[in-house]
């Protein structure tokens, strides 16, 4: 039997993350349950627990130093390591009529909370972690990002990368820059991070359309946050394989 492992999964308490965290949770690993509402956290974490899973809940909005901060502290006293860091939790900001962000009238609040969410949260959490992290034999970090934010895909007339999303596309390919910092930095170590994409799945995110499920979304992710040693790290996946920056 492989060893358990402790994960933690932010935005956890509903769509493609809650799926993580169930998948983890079956593989007979150790889930926390990120969230920022203390009611939708403790109804997942129920939820997880009725299906079997080792679950225990972990408050934390992404865009707090004293949330984030006290969430690895709970982290700490529950389990005193952390063996998985999958940074799902994310938001697209306001969109137009057609799900479209027009760079021309962008309303620089909702760039700035775009940011602050899906990039500065995901290093806040991951710095905050990292000593506990630090502590497991074979670390694995997996920020969930998105193929809309690969530039190669974005400059081919060819591909059909969907309707123009000036805050959202742009944070996710600063998350991606980021990750691949990240592994620049870890490189020598035991540490994986990967960026992954879930596809195109029907959550409240997307407004419940795009033909996959959560479960087939969290799929690439769930396989990243278990890697074995030796894998890919700094690279960017989705169910098909790597994708281009
Ligand atoms: N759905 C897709 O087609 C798709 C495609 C590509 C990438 N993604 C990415 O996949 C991830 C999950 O998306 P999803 O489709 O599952 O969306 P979702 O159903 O809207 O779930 C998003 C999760 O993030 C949480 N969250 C948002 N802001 C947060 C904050 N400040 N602190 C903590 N948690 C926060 C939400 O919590 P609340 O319930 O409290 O709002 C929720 O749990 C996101 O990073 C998204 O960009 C999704």
Known sequence: MSETKIALVTGANKGIG???????????????VGARDGARLETAVEKLRAAGVDAFG???????????????ELVER???????LVN?????????????????TLDLDVVRAVVE??????IRVTNALLPLLRRSTSPRIVNVSSSVAS???????DVEIGPIMAAYAPSKSFLNAVTVQ???????????????????????FTGFHGPRTPEQGAATAIRLATLPDGGPTGSFFEDDGVIPW
Not at 18 to 32: D, M, P, T
Not at 78 to 84: E, S
Request: proline residues 6%.
């Open 78 to 84: 529950q389990a005193g390591r952390l063996d998985i």
């Open 117 to 122: 969410t899906n990039v500065i949260g995901v």
């Open 88 to 104: 799902n939790a994310g938001i697209s900001g306001e969109v137009g009529p057609g799900w479209v962000q027009d760079p021309t």
């Open 58 to 72: 972990v408050p934390l909005d992404v865009t707090g130093d004293q949330s984030v901060t006290g969430a690895a």
């Open 18 to 32: 809650y799926e993580i965290a169930a998948g983890l949770g079956a593989l007979g690993h150790r889930v926390g």
């Open 182 to 204: 990240y592994a620049r930095q870890f490189a020598g170590t035991n540490i994986l991070i990967n960026a992954a994409c879930p596809g195109l799945v029907a959550t409240d």
């Open 151 to 157: 530039l190669t895909r974005q400059a081919d007339p």
